[in-house]
């Protein structure tokens, strides 16, 4: 279901309104990720009402992360994401926010907070029961970022 393909961009550096460039990554701000950078001990959270982590979350400033059109709960494809990507996350969004960024020529950073290990967990997914604490500690990073942001 997830095949790995550039798409087409417009924007206005092309010079002409249907000029298109074919685009496979889109990079992150340098600028945006030296701010991120500045608040990497952030205080995140490890527990809900009704669950706990095993560890401490903890906030990673850069990396690859890869969107596609379905909810990955498969560790073979995860392996697979990170063999051939180095994917330290997959979403279903991120990338099109990205690509409307890129086209508008607006600096561009995401805030991904992981709710599970994309099939690479013990036992049945956890998304739905860290949902809600993934929610609460990407929202404390883009204070933070906010705060940093001169």
Request: contains cysteine.
């Amino acid at each position: 279901m997830m095949y790995p393909q550039n798409v087409e961009v417009t924007h206005e550096r092309l010079g002409k309104p249907d000029a298109t460039e074919a685009k496979f990554w889109f990079d992150a701000d340098p600028g945006l990720l030296a701010i991120a950078d500045k608040i990497k001990d952030v205080s995140l959270s490890s527990k809900t009402d009704k669950a706990k982590l095993s560890h401490t979350p903890k906030l990673v400033v850069g990396g690859a992360g890869v969107s596609g059109p379905t909810f990955v709960d498969n560790a073979k494809y995860r392996a697979w994401a990170y063999k051939n990507f180095k994917a330290d996350c997959l979403d279903m969004e991120t990338a099109a926010v990205a690509q409307v960024a890129y086209a508008g020529d607006i600096p561009f950073i995401a805030f991904r907070s992981l709710s599970d290990l994309a099939g690479g967990g013990p036992g049945e997914n956890e998304a739905g029961i860290f949902f809600g604490l993934a929610a609460d500690n990407a929202a404390e990073v883009l204070l933070q970022f906010l705060k940093a942001w001169d």
